[in-house]
């Protein structure tokens, strides 16, 4: 039984640039979550995808957006890159019903800003 | 809106000796609480969580949680810890009893660094 998965594993990007991180949830999972997690901070609830919507949002600007595929894979998407964004991006997925309560997270993608 | 502090940045203990990690919480209706570790370089993992009945919740690897509401704590326990349980350890509340903004919505602590020595 397959895990979330993520990738990649760490990717080093520039002010300015933009990024792609990449989610497989669970398997039987069709919801995805998705957090930020500075060093040495909790996570930070970005957003949540279901039925290939947004179905909630943190406190994020419009710089991140995501995406959900039919197979309930999902994008992260961050624009014009500040050095601010520089943390371990985890993906969560649950399944929607009587277990929506409990995510299971991948390991995550570090990304450098520089 | 909803919240959830951890009081300790890091707990020391001895191996044998009992692990407490504290957790408090505020919540406008009823709280969804959960506990999850997180090992260097991973993810976080799933410990337990409480969502009603029993007070003690008992979860992976020995730990389990006691649900206080007067005193909206949910502490997480292990009656002996293990070298293995060095960690950073998360504690998380979900509000699912108001039709808030934060409904829904994971809300974690800070962490707690556990440093168990031989």
């Known amino acids: 039984d397959a895990g979330v998965t993520q990738s990649p594993t760490h990717l080093i990007k520039t002010r300015g640039q933009q990024v792609t991180l990449r989610c497989s949830p669970k398997s039987g999972h069709d919801t995805v979550s998705w957090y930020q997690q500075a060093l040495g901070q909790g996570p930070q609830f970005i957003f949540q995808y279901y039925e290939e919507e947004e179905r909630q949002r943190g406190n994020f600007p419009d710089r991140f957006s995501g995406h959900q595929f039919p197979n309930y894979s999902s994008e992260l998407n961050v624009n014009a890159l500040l050095l601010g964004d520089s943390a371990l991006y985890l993906c969560?997925?649950?399944?929607?019903?009587?277990?929506?309560?409990?995510?299971?997270f991948g390991p995550g993608t570090r990304l450098t800003v520089l | 809106a909803q919240s959830v502090a951890q009081p300790e940045d890091q707990v020391n203990v001895a191996e044998g000796n009992p692990l407490t990690v504290k957790c408090t919480y505020s919540?406008?209706?009823?709280?969804?609480l959960f506990w999850y570790v997180q090992y260097p370089n991973r993810g976080l993992q799933f410990l337990l969580k409480?969502?009603?009945?029993?007070?003690l919740v008992k979860g992976s690897y020995g730990f389990e949680a006691e649900f206080n509401k007067s005193q909206t704590s949910f502490h997480l326990k292990k009656p002996s810890a293990l070298v293995s349980d060095s960690a950073l350890y998360f504690c998380a509340v979900r509000d699912l009893g108001s039709l808030t903004d934060s409904w829904g919505k994971f809300q974690f602590g800070a962490g707690t660094q556990v440093v168990v020595t031989p």
């Open positions: 919540v406008s209706g009823n709280p969804y």
């Open positions: 969560a997925s649950s399944l929607e019903g009587l277990e929506t309560d409990t995510q299971y």
């Open positions: 409480y969502i009603t009945g029993d007070n």
